[in-house]
């Protein structure tokens, strides 16, 4: 008797709790993965007080969606953001500092993905994805030409001397697959006060030496056919490539530029091959970012939903144990070195990366989503520059063709610089009303 009425008690216990349950409405553009409704399930069975619903969205048009959501008053309780910038200016943000702040694991979070969270002193988004940008290299084509291996985060002089070395028309070898790149990562290298395109956490320096040093290594790679974009096409058909990740694929490209992301694909290919970072250090680091909506009616339910799917140390194993189609390329949002441990073990760590996440406080964030105004401060600000046919090219037109063309970086710097801090000043300023 005493048994069946403790079962009873149960039984009420239960259906009490599940007709007190709040229901939180999720938005990720990854809900397509089946890692991400898995995660949601673990979460709801340890969490029976919380019920969590997809949004009705178009996953197509996700910003679009989301701006029409907000506009009807249905914006979802927790929301995979396109940037946080956007979240702000549309005052969609609910300002999370308190619960951070007593929030231990909150600390565990790698400090550059940590720090982008905060504007005018107040923690607005949670870090949902963490990628790392740098340089592949072949380790074959090192080993077949008598090149030294290049260690984590090289010297740039035996990076540069190993890129010349390993350009081998005859044999259709290419020394690095893409120069583009270099102007972000490399003024940080030369000037420890400046991030990502040159980016100092209070304006950009795009007059500074080492941008313009990083611009005139990029053409002069792209002058001397170091990569697969400079060939002439009667060179390119050798490889019967579409674009030069199909000439990395085939063995015959030296240095790659990509993220972590990738490093499964590499994983499978024919030559082994391993993460370097960039030269001195600061590796990129690529950031995903929820925000918990201002309009939540269970600001506490979406927080501890939200944590226990990206930085939560419990949500982050039972990733790893339920991850069994490996769709889970993000790295881990902590630093807690058994959780740290047990990933690495799990997702078979790929050369390199242990020794880019060690140094992972040293990184540098990419400022798309994280800078007010970058798009237009990094590419599309009209300049009132000719350049070719085009009287007012944009700032990418101008960084570009600085690099692909005739234009001569260093006469165009400073009023570049004038004009990507004049676009972020309009940016936060706006921002500013909103966070106050």
Do not use: C
Request: glycine share 6%; aromatic share 12%; proline share 6%.
């Amino acid at each position: 008797m005493k048994k069946l009425v403790m079962i009873g008690l149960v039984i009420l216990l239960v259906t009490a709790a599940m007709a007190q349950a709040v229901t939180i409405v999720y938005a990720n553009w990854n809900l397509s993965l089946d890692i991400e409704k898995k995660i949601v399930e673990e979460f709801m069975k340890t969490h029976p007080d919380i019920k969590v619903e997809f949004a009705d969205l178009d996953y197509g048009k996700y910003e679009d969606s989301l701006i029409a959501a907000a506009a009807a008053g249905k914006l979802p309780d927790v929301i995979m953001i396109p940037n946080i910038p956007m979240a702000l200016v549309n005052d969609w943000a609910l300002d999370i500092t308190a619960m951070t702040a007593k929030d231990t694991e909150w600390e565990n979070i790698p400090a550059p993905l940590r720090g982008a969270t905060v504007y005018n002193e107040k923690v607005f988004a949670i870090p949902s994805g963490f990628y790392m940008l740098g340089y592949f290299v072949n380790e074959d084509l090192f080993t077949n030409y008598n090149v030294p291996q290049l260690p984590y985060a090289p010297d740039w002089n035996t990076m540069l001397s190993a890129i010349r070395r390993l350009t081998i028309p005859r044999d259709g070898v290419l020394g690095i697959a893409e120069e583009v790149q270099i102007p972000e990562w490399f003024p940080a290298t030369k000037d420890p006060a400046l991030g990502y395109f040159t980016w100092d956490g209070e304006k950009y320096n795009l007059d500074h030496p080492a941008f313009i040093e990083g611009v005139k290594i990029a053409k002069q790679f792209f002058d001397g056919k170091f990569v697969f974009d400079s060939l002439p096409d009667e060179q390119k058909q050798q490889y019967n490539a579409g674009w030069y990740g199909d000439v990395w694929n085939q063995g015959k490209i030296a240095i790659r530029w990509s993220g972590t992301w990738d490093t499964a694909s590499f994983a499978t290919l024919p030559f082994p091959s391993r993460f370097i970072g960039v030269p001195e250090g600061k590796v990129t680091v690529v950031g995903d970012f929820f925000v918990l909506s201002k309009t939540t009616k269970y600001p506490e339910q979406a927080y501890e939903f939200a944590k226990y799917i990206t930085f939560a140390k419990e949500g982050i194993l039972k990733r790893l144990e339920i991850d069994t189609a490996n769709q889970w390329t993000s790295m881990p949002l902590t630093t807690e070195q058994d959780v740290l441990d047990e990933y690495f073990k799990v997702k078979k760590l790929f050369p390199g990366i242990d020794e880019a996440f060690a140094r992972i406080s040293e990184g540098i964030v990419e400022g798309v989503k994280i800078v007010p105004g970058y798009i237009q401060s990094r590419w599309t600000a009209p300049t009132g520059i000719k350049v070719g046919d085009n009287d007012n090219a944009s700032i990418g037109d101008v960084i570009w063709n600085s690099m692909r063309g005739n234009v001569n970086i260093a006469d165009y710097a400073g009023q570049l610089n004038k004009l990507a801090n004049e676009q972020y000043r309009k940016a936060i300023e706006k921002i500013a009303i909103m966070t106050d």
